[in-house]
């Protein structure tokens, strides 16, 4: 009896300290998230002071783009008046102010002057610098936000989560359609890199297979006619037939003869035989 009274004992003390250690998990989680976001509203207020100063300097050189001016300021009185709302407001609110701030800083582009001013470009770079260092801060928080909203739904961490009404937290995530949006990508033609000029086109009759066919005397609109042979010498391709008068040619001499005459007859203009000789055979 005294060894189950001990067990029991146990088991309760372990399943205390599970639910303390658990609770006390929580507790620190849900601090760290608060840590986390107030180092981000550090940041924020830092570009609170920042884009004021930095439009009065745009606007000594840049007046015409009052449209521009007028909704960054609109925009950032907006942002601060959502101090006190929950971190998916803030990130609505601080995603239009960076597009609007965007949109300022590519209309100034234009202008040399405003580029070379010193005030500018050290403003310029201070609000690179807390962009950045609320990008990483962000990054810090959503993290911490993630660990505590799954151990929210884990079990059995989730049994002290519903008893001590622990509720998950929100995300701050910019919603900036120009960060979200996919690049357009254009391949050109197809089978062609683009700047390259596209292969030629095949003509009609024209042989596609790659491989390199002879022309045939009897291929239609491809066969070429040789050159065609004048007196005295050859014709060459694309010039007027010879029209000059015919080269004679000389007779076979009578005497000494090695070769053997063509085979057929005499070549044509030859003398006929004199008398007293034998006629021409086309043999010895």
Do not use: C
Request: proline content about 10%; charged content about 15%; glycine content about 10%.
């Amino acid at each position: 009896m005294l060894w189950l009274i001990i067990a029991i004992v146990a088991v309760v003390v372990i399943v205390a300290i599970m639910l303390i250690t658990s609770y006390n998990r929580f507790v620190k989680q849900r601090n760290l998230i608060q840590e986390s976001w107030r180092q981000i509203d550090v940041e924020l207020h830092r570009r609170y002071d920042l884009i004021p100063n930095l439009v009065e300097t745009v606007r000594a050189y840049a007046a015409h783009e009052r449209h521009v001016f007028e909704e960054v300021a609109r925009l950032r009185t907006q942002a601060v008046n959502t101090q006190g709302a929950n971190p998916e407001q803030r990130a609505a609110a601080e995603g239009q102010l960076s597009g609007a701030l965007r949109q300022m800083m590519i209309s100034v582009e234009q202008y040399p002057q405003l580029q070379s001013n010193q005030n500018f470009l050290g403003l310029q770079r201070e609000l690179t610098d807390t962009e950045d260092r609320i990008a990483a801060g962000r990054r810090f928080y959503n993290a911490n936000v993630g660990d505590y909203n799954t151990r929210i739904e884990a079990f059995p961490s989730n049994l002290i989560a519903n008893s001590f009404k622990f509720e998950k937290a929100g995300y701050f995530e910019v919603k900036d359609e120009s960060v979200r949006a996919v690049p357009q990508v254009s391949f050109g033609t197809i089978g062609s890199v683009a700047g390259e000029q596209a292969p030629p086109q095949m003509q009609p009759g024209a042989p596609s297979s790659g491989q390199i066919h002879p022309q045939m005397p009897g291929d239609q609109g491809n066969y070429q006619a040789p050159p065609q042979q004048i007196p005295g010498g050859y014709q060459q391709p694309g010039q007027p037939p010879y029209q000059g008068q015919p080269t004679q040619q000389q007779p076979y001499p009578q005497q000494g003869y090695q070769g053997e005459p063509p085979v057929g007859g005499p070549p044509a203009g030859s003398p006929a035989p004199q008398d007293g000789q034998p006629p021409f055979t086309g043999g010895q």
